[in-house]
């Protein structure tokens, strides 16, 4: 498959690297892709405001961007993006505190369905792509759970840490074979 059969989108399913002593452009999926979907990759960052991503493609001749993250923004979705990175440390900044709850004492339920609710935004426009979500949203939210009784959920979350860390363990084998 070459690159001229990718489509662009602020919602992409594969990430990509240029690698020098290769000289190749390196295509990896960020999540799972079924067989005949379309292929996605970003030309800009995504964790920006639909405003700030279209100035940024401006410069490859995309004038209007007509993926769904584009088309569907909002001012919330917008402020998702923009905010994502320092959230999701704020959000494992206070794990640390929620592992401290003395024994028997659970997290309470709003803050379990804060990041809940927050999981399903930042799924919905494909930001948990970003390593930030799995290094520290994901552990704040394995610990959430714990806290908060489920140890069921808990490790539901573990495994698909686990798949995403295998991931990266392939991802680092095959780009070191280049």
């Known amino acids: 498959m070459t690159s001229t059969e990718f489509s662009f989108s602020c919602l992409p399913n594969v990430s990509h690297e240029f690698k020098l002593p290769a000289f190749a452009m390196i295509f990896m999926a960020s999540r ?22 279209k100035t940024e493609l401006a410069p490859y001749g995309i004038g209007q961007c007509i993926c769904t993250a584009c ?23 206070q794990s640390v505190t929620w592992e401290r709850l003395p024994k028997g004492r659970k997290l309470p339920a709003e803050t379990l369905d804060e990041l809940l609710k927050y999981r399903k935004a930042v799924v919905k426009e494909g930001l948990d792509t970003n390593d930030n979500y799995w290094t520290e949203f994901i552990p704040a939210l394995t610990t959430a759970f714990r806290k908060s009784g489920k140890p069921t959920e808990e490790m539901v979350v573990i495994r698909e840490f686990m798949r995403w860390a295998n991931y990266q363990k392939e991802k680092r084998a095959i780009e070191g074979s280049l």
Request: with cysteine; aromatic share 12%.
């Open 71 to 93: 088309v569907n923004a909002t001012p919330e979705t917008d402020t998702l993006r923009k905010t994502f990175s320092a959230r999701v440390k704020e959000y494992k900044s």
């Open 32 to 53: 799972d892709i079924k067989a005949g979907e379309q292929i996605f990759y970003s030309y800009c960052g995504i964790q920006q405001s639909a405003a700030d991503r």
